[in-house]
């Protein structure tokens, strides 16, 4: 099932959807046959798996208007310009990798910084000629740098909640894996921004050209940017996702109407249906066309659709049978890692959503770890490089669809360049090889960790 949906997208090209449905069917089926399971039971575990994606799709839905409203309000314009302004076509990759990881360190959100500074990168470096996927990749590789050692983030928490570790001990042991995969994400960066920066298709009378553009239909201020900084500062003193981007929605569209001077009416319909731009401009048509709630329909629908798919593998148990396969192969500490990161990257790309990726494994390999006498941590920072960072590689993964739905671009295009993100499960295979970086408990440790943690 995952190779049809796999052949389906990236050989024959076509949307996940009609692949996700005939997988959903596919499992429904052995369920019925094999399972003997009753249509109402799969059928409830369908919905079980929407309802699990639900605190997504309402993110995703936000993520639109913020889009719609910041477009609408001369914000993202605003930042494109400056950004044209300041940053060295050279330099641009690897400042915005380095600008993503701060604020998403910041924030605790790779989705968040993605939909803000990520959304206003894409737009600088496609106007520089940049390649799309190389632009995407920087971003992502930046955003879950930070995102990965926040003690804000979300991930970062389940990892070190469900594998009963301190937070702050399993951040210092993803600085292992973490650090040296941004290193290597950096030094790549650098040497392509070189390479962009001799062969860039966008000569300085493009740029000047499009700023001039957007001068024309915008009105740039820098107390604009005040607006990212706003929602960025909330998310920083804990306000939850949802009230934040909601924050940002309204100052988009407050901005709309008394900065750009709009009509209240096409400030509701950018809401909606998104910002309609109509210049002599190419490029700004191109990058400012977009937003809106509907925008974000093919990615809402995408997700409900991977989400009964995943339901239905999760709560038959055909999920838990291909991962105890897996367990069966860990052989030594290098086997039991290599199983982990294998799970978790499994999990992706059935359930299609990276929470579970770290649920389902932190279940089955907590007490394996612990009775191999391996620190917990260790398996907290596997489940992350395994489950969080490969998420993105996913197309019909929520995070794939998300990266596609504010970013643009699909995962085949930018996965090359996610340089971060499939570095790190490569470094975490290669200290389990030499065990640099792995954490022994004593028997005693293990005996207390048990009577605390897994007495039941």
């Not at 400042?95 to 998403?104: K, P």
């Not at 879950?144 to 050692?149: A, E, S, V």
């Not at 951040?171 to 030094?187: D, E, G, R």
């Not at 109509?278 to 809402?300: A, P, Q, W």
Request: glycine fraction near 8%.
């Amino acid at each position: 099932m995952v190779g049809l949906m796999y052949i389906a997208v990236t050989i024959f090209e076509t949307d996940p959807h009609i692949p996700l449905i005939m997988g959903t069917v596919t499992a429904s089926l052995i369920a019925f046959l094999y399972g003997k399971y009753d249509w109402e039971d799969v059928e409830d575990m369908m919905f079980k798996g929407i309802r699990l994606a639900l605190p997504a799709l309402v993110i995703i839905l936000l993520i639109g208007l913020v889009i719609g409203s910041w477009i609408g309000g001369g914000i993202v314009a605003t930042m494109i310009y400056y950004g044209l302004m300041l940053i060295n076509p050279t330099y641009f990759l690897i400042t915005i990798s380095a600008i993503c990881a701060l604020t998403a360190l910041a924030i605790g959100s790779s989705w968040s910084t993605m939909a803000t500074i990520g959304v206003a990168g894409m737009g600088i470096g496609v106007s520089m000629g940049i390649n799309p996927g190389i632009v995407a990749g920087a971003i992502i590789s930046g955003s879950y740098f930070g995102d990965k050692l926040s003690p804000l983030s979300d991930t970062t928490n389940l990892a070190s909640g469900l594998t009963n570790t301190d937070l702050f001990e399993h951040i210092k042991h993803m600085l292992f894996t973490t650090i040296p995969s941004f290193i290597i994400a950096m030094i790549a960066f650098t040497i392509i921004g070189f390479n962009v920066g001799d062969t860039s298709k966008s000569s300085q009378e493009d740029v000047q050209a499009m700023m001039a553009s957007m001068q024309e239909h915008f009105i740039i201020s820098p107390w604009l940017l005040l607006v990212p900084v706003i929602v960025i500062v909330a998310i920083m003193f804990k306000l939850a996702a949802f009230p934040a981007l909601s924050l940002g929605v309204v100052l988009g569209f407050l901005c709309h109407i008394f900065v750009q001077g709009g009509d209240a009416s096409v400030a509701f319909d950018t809401l909606t249906n998104g910002y309609s731009i109509e210049s002599k401009n190419d490029m700004v048509n191109e990058l400012f066309n977009r937003g809106g709630l509907h925008d974000m329909m093919y990615t809402i629908s995408m997700t409900i659709v991977a989400m009964t798919f995943a339901g239905v593998m999760e709560f038959t148990g055909m999920l838990q049978s291909i991962m105890n396969k897996i367990l069966f192969l860990a052989k030594g500490t290098f086997g039991l890692i290599a199983a982990t990161l294998a799970s978790a990257f499994t999990v992706n790309a059935t359930c299609s959503e990276q929470y579970i990726s770290i649920v389902v494994p932190s279940r089955m390999f907590l007490k394996t770890f612990i009775d191999r006498n391996l620190h917990s941590k260790n398996l907290s920072r596997t489940l992350e490089d395994g489950g969080t960072m490969t998420s993105v590689f996913i197309p019909w993964n929520t995070c794939g669809v998300f990266i596609l739905a504010t970013l643009g671009v699909p995962a085949w295009e930018y996965g090359m360049y996610a340089i971060l993100n499939f570095t790190s499960p490569l470094i975490a295979l290669l200290l389990a090889a030499t065990g640099i970086g792995i954490t022994k408990i004593t028997d005693q440790e293990k005996e207390e960790f048990t009577a605390q943690y897994l007495k039941d």
